[in-house]
């Protein structure tokens, strides 16, 4: 697959989201300094079946990966719907924003975002419940994320005595 060098000016898709992570330990003017000159990159809306090797094939399409993190349910350990993917240079890392950012894996539209770099602990949910914040509060049926969001869950188990929760 040829991929063709576009200008920075000309594609908007690489620029910076308005998005900021609330837990950077430093200053915004820091946090936006990584992000102008980071080779990695936060991939969200995974289903929570894609393998490391389906991300690897996709992404390798735009260059050469130096590692992936799976996103890890903190409690379970098992995969819950993000990753981050690290490139060796910056070029390759825009070509993908460009290239990749909103297409299909796995019968999902991913979703790529610049990441200021990976630090050891991020590869875990945040939600209280382990997995991601967006999928506690998330009220339709995802089965690609595990089904309902997890506070409706909670709404519609059947608690022990044979009654349905409300």
């Given at each position: 697959m040829a991929l063709v060098k576009l200008n920075a000016s000309s594609s908007p898709s690489i620029e910076l989201s308005p998005y900021r992570d609330q837990h950077f330990k430093g200053s915004r003017a820091e946090q936006?300094?990584?992000?102008?000159?980071?080779?990695?990159?936060?991939?969200?809306?995974?289903?929570?079946?894609?393998?490391?090797?389906?991300i690897y094939e996709l992404f390798s399409k735009c260059g050469d990966i130096r590692r992936i993190i799976m996103g890890l349910d903190k409690y379970k350990k098992t995969p819950c719907g993000f990753c981050f993917v690290e490139y060796y240079q910056r070029s390759d890392a825009e070509n993908c924003m460009r290239y990749i950012?909103?297409?299909?894996?796995?019968?999902?539209?991913?979703?790529?975002?610049?990441?200021?770099?990976?630090i050891e602990g991020r590869q875990y949910g945040r939600g209280k419940t382990g997995g991601?914040?967006?999928?506690?509060y998330r009220s339709d049926?995802?089965?690609?994320?595990?089904?309902?969001?997890?506070?409706?869950?909670?709404?519609?188990?059947?608690?022990?005595?044979?009654?349905?929760?409300?």
């Open positions: 936006d300094r990584l992000l102008r000159n980071s080779t990695t990159l936060y991939v969200g809306n995974l289903s929570f079946y894609t393998t490391e090797e389906q950012n909103g297409t299909r894996l796995d019968d999902r539209i991913i979703r790529t975002d610049w990441d200021a770099g990976f991601q914040v967006r999928d506690e049926f995802d089965s690609g994320r595990g089904g309902y969001g997890k506070i409706i869950q909670q709404k519609v188990t059947p608690l022990s005595d044979g009654n349905f929760g409300r």
